[in-house]
């Protein structure tokens, strides 16, 4: 099996579009979303519709269910919450809808799959060390979990010792008696300071996971941005990738 693995859209049509037709290359059998398909950028419906079409499991993002009322914006900063009530206003029903009947966790025999963590998934706490992976890897059934949310692609491995160790490679071979926590990185949001779209392929038979990146037409994704009224920083940013 190999699946397309791919989250945090954030309503950028231009990467979403890329990343999608990079993937035709690939013979996937499978795509599933982690979520935040909307916020921040000035495509929302154009995205749901995008990913309605291809994922056949997409997991709730933060601002996913923000857009629909399920999880509060007190945490969100000023530029993200602005983001959130735009996305209310230019969205219809259809995309409420689906927004609120993504679930927070994903799992088959292959892969478990989050937003942000498996421990407390509903707060959508951000795994950005050893501790808070362990807290998932205490959780987690499978030799591999996906998740997103803090938009830095990399890996956690777990050995038989409970030892965790981090990478930022871009290949990971699976092995025998290892639990590994994949991030995917950001379609729509790159933050390590690369502005590509990030997006993953994982190969059940070769157990090889890849993350891919692939170039867009930034400048058009921040134009539509500031022309819809949205913040200016939440289109410059994507220029730097961070």
């Known amino acids: 099996m190999r699946y397309g693995i791919f989250s945090d859209v954030h309503a950028n049509l231009e990467a979403l ?21 909307v916020g921040y950028g000035a495509n929302p419906k154009e995205c749901v519709t995008r990913v309605k079409a291809i994922a056949r499991v997409t997991v709730a993002g933060n601002h996913d269910w923000a857009a ?24 219809d029903t259809a995309d409420e809808e689906y927004l609120k009947s993504l679930q927070l966790i994903f799992k088959n025999v292959d892969l478990t799959f989050a937003h942000g963590t498996l421990h407390n998934p509903e707060e959508f706490n951000y795994m950005m060390d050893g501790y808070a992976a362990s807290q998932t890897f205490d959780i987690l059934k499978r030799d591999i979990c996906f998740v997103g949310h803090s938009h830095l692609p990399g890996f956690f491995i777990q050995d038989k010792d409970k030892r965790i160790s981090y990478q ?8 025998k008696g290892k ?8 379609v729509g949001q790159p933050r390590d300071y690369n502005p590509d779209a990030a997006y993953c392929i994982y190969d059940t038979d070769k157990k ?35």
């Open 17 to 37: 579009d890329a990343v999608l037709d990079d993937y035709k290359k690939e013979a996937i059998d499978e795509f599933l979303c982690g979520g935040d398909i």
């Open 68 to 91: 629909v009322d399920l999880f509060p914006t007190t945490s969100f900063n000023p530029l993200a919450a602005q983001a959130v009530s735009w996305t209310r206003q230019n969205i």
């Open 168 to 175: 930022e490679k871009d290949t990971l071979v699976i092995e």
């Open 179 to 186: 639990q590994y926590i994949v991030n995917v990185g950001s």
């Open 208 to 242: 090889k996971v890849q993350i891919k990146r692939i170039k867009y037409n930034i400048e058009t994704a921040r134009k539509k941005i500031i022309h819809a009224g949205l913040p200016k920083p939440l289109g410059d940013r994507l220029l730097l990738g961070r």
